[in-house]
């Protein structure tokens, strides 16, 4: 799950410091070897959210298979390229290839969420965030090893053992699906809901090709937005339309416009989520190529100088994971990504190599912050039934977000990535992190989401109500917060109720749980007496038998 989730951030860091010797081998500006970014991001923004929906139709298993299968392809066609657009190809391939990864992992950890009754497991979606972090480390050094020893070449074929590793423990580890079953328990799904269909009924091919129109006209507009091309916008504007129309009367909609569209705080997310990568992206290409080409490092350099951006990232996810609010979070990423960008227009061909140290360090806060926040954010506030198509559409706002940096960063650097086209380029970044951090301070919804904790069942359950069947699991954890029934949950889902919507029924259902809770846990102690209540029988004096409980 881990190693698939982390495959397009690894291709995403490894070529940064590559474009330059790809540049020079194949006589390519920094305006074309950006293309090798943007076709990555361009296949993969259009196919999450398509991987994602039907992994929350059939499972993860044969989707991260398919999928993972093709990186493998990738990496032969790009370690044979003659030219760039045979290299270009290989990059939209891999892009495909790397959809299912990060989608099967979310809905995976949904899975176990429903099976256990645990809202959120934090220690696995912190553990994603920092393989992501460790990856995005490894990557650039890992990139400069291989360009200094085998070439820009080996930076492609690293993905023939990687497919090949993902691909054989995929087979032996992800659950088997029923083909004829669908995972997802939300409103307007299973075989009622679809009509008594097969499976293939319940895949909307129209608005999945309508989503694949608006995003290709919009990305390829954003990557070369000149007068010339005005009809792209015009063709995003009218197939935004049409898929609009088209789910809002889909029976089984790719994307539940009516939902999202009533989900504020999820679509607030994916705008934050937008802007982040913005300025997350601009740094990793648009920094790494200004210090080869305008500071003068070799790309094993290069890729050392941003090593302690993600170093700090893995340190702050680590300490967000465990201590910090979301909104507490954030914040801290857009305060972090504003001082960067500051740091970075102070910065010329003459600075001291410690100055570009100290903006990789600076960066890392932002690095770590965003990354795990947006995440846990989404797992959250999406409905649980779309947890595999919701966690594809964030990657899709983040690879936006790439098409953005990449665009501007082609825009500000020209022919040559001189110390003037950085500067511009900071300019840009600077107002996406300002953009991040309103869109943060003024989210009302924000405050009453917090960081995933992980909590602790007390081996005690008894029946609550009058006969309704339902257990209450009992809790002693240091926050006093009760493991929500799974059943109970189910119920709510499927009455249309996702957490984001319904979060003040939430907190209330909440502590209904405790109150509940408590009173089964003090009838229990009266009965079993003091020596066999347990270590969390202290804060419960016992009761006398005459007492009403």
């Known amino acids: 799950m881990v190693l698939g989730s982390v495959l397009n951030p690894i291709n995403s860091t490894i070529i940064a410091v590559a474009l330059v010797p790809i540049g020079a081998a194949l006589g390519a500006s920094p305006a074309q070897t950006a293309w090798l970014v943007s076709a990555l991001y361009l296949a993969t923004a259009l196919g999450q959210p398509v991987v994602g929906r039907l992994i929350d139709l059939f499972g993860p298993r044969r989707l991260f298979l398919a999928s993972t299968s093709l990186v493998g392809v990738a990496g032969i066609v790009g370690t044979l390229a003659p030219n760039l657009g045979t290299l270009i190809a290989a990059r939209v391939v891999l892009g495909f290839g790397t ?228 909104r507490a979070t954030l914040l801290v990423g857009g305060l972090g990504q504003v001082a960067a960008c500051l740091l970075m227009l102070a910065l010329g061909a003459h600075s001291p190599l410690w100055a570009l140290a100290a903006l990789a360090v600076v960066f890392g806060v932002p690095q770590g912050a965003n990354g795990l926040a947006l995440q846990n954010s989404v797992f959250q506030q999406s409905d649980p039934a779309r947890t595999g198509s919701s966690a594809g559409l964030l990657r899709t706002f983040a690879y936006l977000g790439s098409m953005v940096a990449s665009a501007a960063t082609a825009a500000a650097y020209g022919p040559h990535a001189g110390t003037a086209g950085m500067h511009q380029l900071a300019w840009i970044m600077l107002g996406a992190a300002v953009l991040f951090l309103l869109l943060t301070a003024f989210d009302r919804t924000l405050p009453a989401l917090r960081a995933p904790r992980r909590p602790v069942p007390e081996p005690v359950s008894a029946a609550a109500g009058a006969g309704d069947g339902r257990a209450v699991h009992v809790v002693a954890d240091v926050h006093d917060q009760p493991v929500p029934d799974p059943q109970h949950q189910q119920a709510r889902h499927r009455e249309g109720a996702p957490a984001a919507r319904d979060l003040a029924a939430h907190h209330l259902l909440d502590h209904q749980h405790l109150r509940v809770g408590r009173h089964v846990q003090r009838a229990l102690l009266d009965l079993d007496g003091p020596d066999r209540a347990g270590p969390h029988a202290a804060p419960y004096p016992a009761r006398t038998a005459s007492r009403p409980s």
């Open 99 to 326: 959809c299912a990864g990060y989608p099967a992992a979310m809905a995976l950890l949904r899975a176990e969420s429903r099976r256990t009754g645990q809202d959120s497991p934090a220690g696995v979606l912190t553990l994603l965030a920092v393989a992501n972090q460790t990856v995005a480390v490894i990557g650039p050094l890992l990139g400069g090893l291989l360009t200094s020893a085998g070439g820009w070449r080996s930076t492609f074929a690293l993905n023939i053992p990687l497919s090949v590793l993902a691909v054989t423990l995929g087979a032996l580890r992800l659950p088997r699906q029923d083909p004829g079953a669908a995972p997802e328990t939300g409103p307007g799904t299973g075989p009622k809901a679809a009509g008594g269909a097969g499976p293939l009924r319940r895949i909307d091919l129209p608005g999945m090709a309508l989503f694949a129109v608006l995003l290709l006209s919009l990305l390829l507009f954003l990557m070369h937005p000149h007068a010339d091309r005005w009809y792209l916008p015009l063709l995003t504007l009218a197939a935004a339309v049409a898929f609009t129309v088209r789910e809002r009367r889909a029976e089984q909609p790719f994307i539940d416009v009516k939902v999202l569209g009533g989900n504020t705080p999820l679509l607030l997310t994916y705008a934050r989520a937008l802007a982040a990568y913005v300025v997350s992206y601009a740094f990793l290409y648009g920094f790494a190529q200004w210090t080869e080409e305008g500071f003068g490092l070799s790309p094993l350099q290069a890729g050392l100088v941003q090593a302690p951006t993600f170093l700090v990232g893995i340190g702050v996810s680590l300490l967000a994971g465990r201590r910090g609010g979301i």
